[in-house]
């Protein structure tokens, strides 16, 4: 399994905090990886230091052979890497086949393939942003990063807020996609139990630190981890807010 994604001793943050102390991590084609944590443990900071809208402070970021360190976010956009923000960010102006043709580059990843991955987007192709369900939006924000044809797919809260029904068929598809594409995937996700099912790998943070990193199978089998690490959140699956303290900006 060939490398896709090596962050080596990334330290990173938000002006002159660092909420990213010390990270190494690596993915490798195809894999899923799920990233937990109680709030305001730098999970969604990894994420925008991936993506390149963090204050970098040391270490270095590449996506496959190609150094990603000191691009700016929009190339490192079109060099490889897709990100499905939590707010979203789609265009409400703009219908959804436009949200895709705006970003699209060439590769496997087509409007057309991503209609038949999500075909109720298909049914909506000319529906604006702002006429969407909140589902709709979530499907219509993967879409739009998977015809950027990324390398590593970023995920941050994609089942937040949605029906349980809508949870299961976007989860379902991101793990199709990865499995066969090769993407590697990070999904962010509060409730641990939702995500084992889907990740290959789970890695937990602690004030922005690995604590632990095992196959999903291994915490599985071992549910006092989650206990241990993510409280109510990993054993019950209760709302975010109930799960640590808060501290969006370094989440």
């Not at 937040?160 to 999904?187: M, Q, Y």
Request: with cysteine.
């Amino acid at each position: 399994m060939s490398e896709l994604l090596a962050i080596q001793n990334l330290r990173a943050g938000y002006g002159e905090a660092v909420v990213i102390p010390d990270m190494s991590l690596s993915l490798g084609e195809g894999q899923v990886l799920a990233l937990l944590g109680r709030n305001g443990t730098g999970k969604t900071t990894l994420i925008n230091s991936i993506v390149g809208v963090t204050r970098r402070f040391s270490g270095t970021v590449k996506v496959g052979a190609k150094d990603f360190t000191t691009l700016r976010a929009d190339q490192r956009a079109r060099g490889g890497i897709g990100w499905v923000p939590q707010e979203r960010n789609i265009f409400r102006s703009l219908t959804v086949e436009e949200n895709m043709t705006a970003v699209a580059q060439p590769g496997p990843w087509t409007v057309r393939k991503v209609y038949e991955m999500f075909p109720r987007l298909e049914e909506r192709k000319n529906n604006f942003g702002n006429q969407l369900s909140g589902g709709e939006q979530q499907m219509l924000a993967v879409g739009r990063a998977l015809v950027l044809n990324p390398k590593v797919l970023l995920l941050d809260e994609p089942t937040e807020g949605l029906a349980p029904i809508i949870v299961e068929e976007l989860l379902a598809a991101i793990g199709k996609i990865s499995r066969t594409s090769g993407i590697c995937s990070i999904i962010v996700e509060q409730n641990a139990r939702k995500i084992l099912g889907l990740a290959d790998r789970v890695v937990i943070l602690e004030r922005g630190t690995i604590v632990h990193d095992a196959a999903s199978e291994t915490l599985k089998a071992d549910p006092a981890v989650l206990d241990h690490f993510l409280g109510v959140a990993g054993a019950a699956g209760h709302n975010k807010h109930q799960a640590g303290p808060s501290g969006a900006s370094a989440n």
